[in-house]
């Protein structure tokens, strides 16, 4: 039988994709400098047998084959196999020239980027950048003729399958014109907080971490927590390889940073069982992923139940009483909004007007209606409109952000989209079961854990974005539950 | 050019083959327990991956048309042609459902190796142990035909190529009659020496571990020191994974085996660079690895010049001026001799005891002239003659080792061929550059280094054992060298 052939198939690019996020997560946690052209072949010989695999002739014709037997398959295996075509047809509708040229133009885009912002010299990546857009534009064109998309949605069809343009325009545009006078209603009305001052052992922070990682329900016999330049959940559903780093001067910086990490470790371990190894057993895409950890970070654990339950926790690890680590002020920093050139040191309401800004950016260069020499004008222009702010630098400006020098155009609005679900599926998890929060303030995260397993993390890949939603919430993504949150915590 | 394609199919041989090394490096030093599974999933299935690729059809027509044009081809290239055609001769040379029902015999084994180690019971290990030696033999049968070698020696080759059981025999068999008188003269003539006392911090052993590894030329832009419950040198040559166990009591015993482990080490990093990725640009064999490791720790580190640099090392790092950490009585610890039951416990005389009693014995199984259920009564009396020794149960005895459990039957000789050859090329190092010894009594090693570099490092793997041995010493591998080390230090 073609899909039992299948299932052994995409086990194997499981298996091989495994091995990748081990490589990966030992790159950037373990590996000495030295050995990064070593790494690099290691990387690229794994992935190409990978893309042998899914491209091979007899892939689609196991697809073809089990597609006209689909009716003995039941509802998992049918989601099972839509999945398989849904790789093979992606992987398949790129010329093997353009793959290469791509993989080419992003390793020179990647390292031009990083001298280039170091300088903020942004006339030192036009060239390479030009180059991802250009082939970037080839790509979404192809992906777009073999998955009948426009082309910008074949893009961030990648990234969140279903997810498109109309429905992101739907929900950012009328958020982007509401943001800016929030923004000045919150600026004017925050309290101040008492700053807090280190240092905190990073050893203790380390060990409230994991302390509160495995309350959470993060199972260390599958997983592990380690210190990296930037913090990051990878690995794979049963070995999770969560990292973190600890700022000595305040330790809500890193602390707050797992716990978003521990949002994206609880999905993944939590996908269902049954399905390890196969496409609809992983992950639904980078928005729900972002939504499962904004969800944990944004709406729990900024939350004054869980900073009341952290409170005491934080007195008693670093031997403080003190008014700079009460409930109240925690809670008050937790919430501190701020007008910034930086996306990722921004607060959950200027975070939006960011992405905003590149999502507008990022159309009008899929489309060609922006070109690359024209972005950091366009840029501190959006800038002005969104944020009131011009950047001093590009480096401040449309140099930040690594996303485009290696070819992710497509993937920002995940960011937001995924602050705007976990809104929402917070708002439906609370009125389902109203015990969630109080339980949270007692360090019991097991009634926000069993609603999450059920309607999100077990479901894998079964259905796309915008019916996982509809299931879990009993509408689609509305802006509705993100304004709403905002207005109780920021206004209030 | 098929040479050409042939190099291109063993660089993605290496690049699995690396990908496989930093998985084993994981699995010994950061997996958590419940990946176990997941895990074997990935490497078998990369192994799968390179043993299809190198089993593929085309591989043969290609070494075919390769070696008919081999005129072509320099000196280095033609060994590199011969390296693949060994491989691929060795890997077609077994049935698939022999690899198949290998691969379970030997998991199952090693599983109940454990238990049936743990408990003492022989009894609860013999089914699954006669099942590997069975399948063991079939293996020996079926690569004996397709190398044109008696069964045993194809197993051996398999380990170290170009390594025979003749070979073996005339140089274990002497050893193994002066052995056990050479012991008794030891033992009633050896001096008694202050025992070391901990606590020594493992933090600072590591460090002084690390300071002494970088000193030998340890690169640490190209590998790392890590903790694992077994030391063992791992990774690839630009990425080597080196890891320790410190030991509280008695900071000599974990410093010895991170010298013995840098050995390793250096001979990875040591490969001829021009041919990495390739099969001629790999270590020569398990017999050559293990003289680079016991040059390191036996010939050079164990000697009154290594241990008169190390005493003051130890004196400052540990704060301790103490007669116990002089150069004399750390020299009189280093070559202490006593007869014990368990191999990895044994001292430089008793350990080739060790190995011989296993060479006969494993010989015999391999030939049908020994069956499992006789092999503890067997061992029993081979110590009894070899060491004097009847162990009190078979977890001191023939359960000991995980070597035959997982079908590693023609391993064991390498050790003591390993100590040979350290004798051997420790002795032509020295005569060629009579200041090696000098400089390790300053802490330089670069003579040595230089040495080994030229004489056996950058060979890679251009000539089999023997033709190394006699390039770099002018002689086959012999006995004498070994001896006369052994009269040397433990007679003198």
Redesign the interface.
Known sequence: MAYRTLEERF??LS??G??LA??EW?HQV??????N???A??V???RQ?AHELLTDERTGGWLDEAEAEAAQLDHWQRANLREMRRSHVRAVALDPALVAALARATARAEMAWRDARANADFGALAPALAEVVRLSREEAAAKAKALDLAPYDALLDGYEPGLRMAQIDALLEPLGSVLPDFLEQVLARQKASLPIEGPFDSVLQMGLGRSLMAQMGF??????LDESAHPFCGG????IRLTARYEAADVTSGLMAILHETGHALYSAGLPKAW??QPVGEARGMAVHESQSLLIEMQVCRSPAFLGYLAPLLAATFGRDDPVLSAENLYRRAIHVARGFIRVDADEVTYPLHVILRYRLEKAMAAGDLEVADLPGAWNEGMRELLGLTPPDDRLGCLQDIHWSVGAIGYFPCYTLGAMMAAQLFEAASAAEPDILPSVGRGDFRPLLGWLRANIHEQGSLLDMPELLTRATGRPLELQPFLDHLRARYLA
């Open positions: 086990k194997r298996d091989i495994g091995a081990m490589l030992d373990m590996m000495p400098r030295g050995a052209e070593t790494r072949e290691q690229a010989t794994l047998m199972d260390f016999e599958r997983g592990r794979v559903p049963d070995d390890r190894h």
